[in-house]
């Protein structure tokens, strides 16, 4: 059984920063990353990143977003820089292993104007 723990969600006002957290069980032989929900959106990717350390970013948030992982610790990271109240959503972990994906139960971020 494959588990996402994620940390690190909360209220900023435009312009900060947050970072956001995952630890994954399973194997790290894995594609990680962040997807988000707005309210009254439908959920969409916000990054991906191989073992290898191949990376996909959605256009919304390259040059703001940086994702990293530690394939020892099997965790994902999302350093969010320069938030827009567009950025507001709950955010999950996302790990895809042997065909099947696994989502974490979800971090609200709200970034107020």
């Known amino acids: 059984q494959v588990r996402l723990v994620e940390s690190g969600g909360g209220l900023v006002q435009a312009g900060g920063s947050l970072r956001l957290s995952c630890a994954a069980s399973?194997?790290?032989?894995?594609?990680m990353g962040w997807y988000r929900q707005g309210p009254g959106k439908q959920r969409e990717l916000v990054a991906t990143i191989t073992r290898g350390g191949f990376i996909n970013y959605a256009d919304s948030v390259k040059g703001r977003f940086t994702i990293s992982r530690d394939n020892a610790k099997n965790t994902v990271n999302l350093q969010m820089n320069s938030l827009s109240p567009e950025d507001t959503a709950v955010y999950y972990c996302?790990?895809?292993?042997?065909?099947?994906?696994?989502w974490g139960q979800g971090t609200q971020v709200t970034v107020s104007s």
């Open positions: 399973g194997s790290s032989f894995s594609l």
């Open positions: 996302y790990k895809s292993l042997q065909g099947l994906s696994y």
